[in-house]
């Protein structure tokens, strides 16, 4: 176990799909600290802002010395600007360690499907298989992430 996995053990569905990308579920406070100890540099909150989290996540994350960037993935109606901005991010961060994460995984592994089929260059099947191991269950999300690889091909 790597030491930005240990950092979120805990948190549900955390997952470790690439080296030095870590999602899952919502953490606790006690997890951003042990981010920003095992190296993590960026935290990245899918959750929509008016969604009640327990605690304030741009300034806790801030206060443990991370950088904070939200890019809200809806439930539904679904588009591209979350997918283009996830892959925007990941691309800039690729010296840098993360932490994505929503309520249980379910819209992060989504979410993430874009950016390990075109610019991880793993399959399709890789990707959804990775979108289901860190928490996604909804079968229009895992269509809306594939949708967009089909278009951008």
């Not at 999602?23 to 006690?30: A, C, K, M, R």
């Not at 802002?49 to 809806?74: C, H, K, T």
């Not at 979350?82 to 995984?105: I, P, Q």
Request: aromatic letters at 6%.
């Amino acid at each position: 176990m790597t030491d930005l996995l240990n950092a979120v053990k805990g948190v549900l569905n955390a997952y470790e799909p690439v080296e030095g990308l870590v999602t899952g579920g919502q953490p606790e406070l006690t997890h951003l600290a042990a981010l920003k100890g095992a190296g993590c540099n960026v935290v990245i909150d899918t959750r929509d802002p008016m969604e009640p989290q327990p605690f304030d996540p741009p300034a806790a994350v801030r206060a443990a010395g991370l950088e904070y960037i939200n890019i809200p993935v809806s439930h539904t109606p679904l588009d591209d600007r979350a997918l283009e901005e996830m892959r925007r991010v990941l691309a800039g961060a690729d010296s840098k360690r993360v932490f994505a994460y929503c309520n249980s995984g379910n819209r992060v592994g989504a979410a993430l499907i874009p950016y390990l089929v075109l610019d991880r260059r793993v399959t399709e099947d890789e990707a959804v298989n990775t979108a289901m191991r860190i928490g996604t269950r909804q079968a229009d999300l895992l269509e809306w992430g594939l949708s967009y690889v089909r278009r951008h091909r």
